[in-house]
């Protein structure tokens, strides 16, 4: 991740940040997201099933992309310097758009929206994050995700 002065975060906002590397959301991942979550819901882990419906096949949890946004975007956040720990400060809004089926390959998007000093040594970012969908022209989602770095 960048790390700049945090004097320079402004010249960051309303710019594309980058891409992250292209994941594979295969269904041992759906699965142990599955398990760890309990939601069982056959579109998810039953592919004869899911296989009847619109989709074809089992698709991933929308909270399962969703908990992908800290790690896709790790390397890509410009940071301030200094920078003691960044916490998940949460979601200002969530559009899912299309579902991730099984075997698609994800990559983030990332747009810094906003960059505050919430308090002395406390600087909010706001991020726009664009799931997008390998050979697919919408993509699976966009979020506005917040991070909040102490320096």
Not at 24 to 51: C, M, N, S, Y
Not at 112 to 127: I, N, T
Request: proline share 6%; aromatic share 8%; hydrophobic share 45%.
């Amino acid at each position: 991740m960048p790390y700049v002065p945090v004097a320079a975060l402004s010249q960051y906002v309303g710019k594309e940040l980058g891409r992250s590397d292209w994941l594979t959301i295969d269904q041992q991942r759906i699965d142990l997201f599955a398990e760890a979550t309990g939601d069982f819901q056959f579109i998810h882990v039953d592919p004869e099933k899911a296989a009847q419906t619109p989709f074809g096949t089992t698709i991933a949890h929308g909270f399962l992309t969703l908990s992908l946004i800290p790690k896709l975007m790790e390397d890509i956040l410009v940071l301030p310097e200094g920078l003691k720990m960044v916490i998940n400060y949460g979601l200002d809004s969530v559009r899912f758009i299309q579902p991730v089926k099984v075997d698609s390959k994800v990559r983030l998007k990332v747009e810094l929206s906003d960059a505050s000093e919430k308090k002395p040594g406390q600087w909010l970012l706001k991020a726009i994050a664009t799931l997008e969908i390998e050979s697919e022209e919408k993509p699976a989602y966009i979020a506005e995700s917040l991070s909040l770095c102490f320096v």
